[in-house]
């Protein structure tokens, strides 16, 4: 069984940075690509971060220039490391992960359909 657990959500000021984790279980890591999505309230969940079996990278506009996304095979983690927050950032973070095996190392799933295994989520609130 295949599960994913996020941490590292929190209370943080804006101009503040937090990491996320996602650490996962149950599946081969590095055949996975991974990716953190957000929920804001009554919205749908978008895509924040994505990165490939090859560490190739994918950011939402929104985000780009203030969040790194990496992986660590060795400790089957993904992180999301966001810096200068500010309270349009509070949401709920999802990690994701899904692997084909006709996905290259460069391919970056940019769907929510391409994942197949979700975390519960971790909450990020930003103070103003």
């Known amino acids: 069984q295949v599960q994913l657990v996020e941490s590292g959500g929190g209370l943080v000021q804006a101009g503040g940075s937090l990491r996320l984790s996602c650490v996962i279980s149950?599946?081969?890591?590095?055949?996975?690509?991974i990716a953190w999505y957000r929920q804001f309230p009554g919205k749908e969940r978008e895509l924040v971060a994505a990165i490939s079996r090859g560490s190739s990278t994918t950011y939402a506009d929104s985000v780009k220039g203030r969040f790194t996304m990496s992986r660590e095979n060795t400790r089957n983690t993904a992180y999301l490391q966001m810096n200068s927050l500010t309270p349009e950032d509070t949401a709920v973070y999802y990690c994701?992960?899904?692997?084909?095996?006709?996905?290259?190392?460069?391919?970056?799933?940019?769907?929510?359909?391409?994942?197949?295994?979700w975390g519960q989520g971790t909450r990020v609130t930003v103070s103003s």
């Open positions: 149950g599946s081969t890591f590095s055949r996975n690509a």
């Open positions: 994701a992960a899904g692997g084909k095996d006709w996905w290259s190392n460069f391919y970056i799933p940019r769907t929510r359909s391409e994942y197949a295994y």
